[in-house]
């Protein structure tokens, strides 16, 4: 059975505005931006050739991808830039108590 709950994935001190933080949420790989005070989250893996996102670079809600410049939107996972043609995942976040919370899948015994 695959459950959706929210996981602690990072404080909200450890990433400044305009930065991407990779953690481990759940068994997925994410990448959390702060956005102008605003946290938000996606898969780290480029759709394209599964570059890690957050070694990229981050401008204006753009993630450029390291390997081969492939650009999405960070609010909504939309790739918006060749080669990348298929969209991120994005997951809903939430911040309580200084903390960045994660919805992701998780798998429970049955």
Known sequence: MTLLQFHAAAR??????GA????QVAGNEVAVFNIGGEFFATSDRCTHMRG????GYVQAGVIECPLHFGK???RTGRAL???CKIDLAVF????E???VLVQCCT???T
């Open 12 to 17: 909200t001190a450890d990433i400044a505005p």
């Open 20 to 23: 991407v933080l990779h953690v």
């Open 52 to 55: 890690r996102l957050s070694d």
């Open 72 to 74: 999405f939107d960070i």
């Open 81 to 83: 830039s060749p080669p």
């Open 92 to 95: 809903p976040v939430r911040v």
């Open 97 to 99: 108590g200084g903390s």
């Open 107 to 109: 798998l429970s015994g």
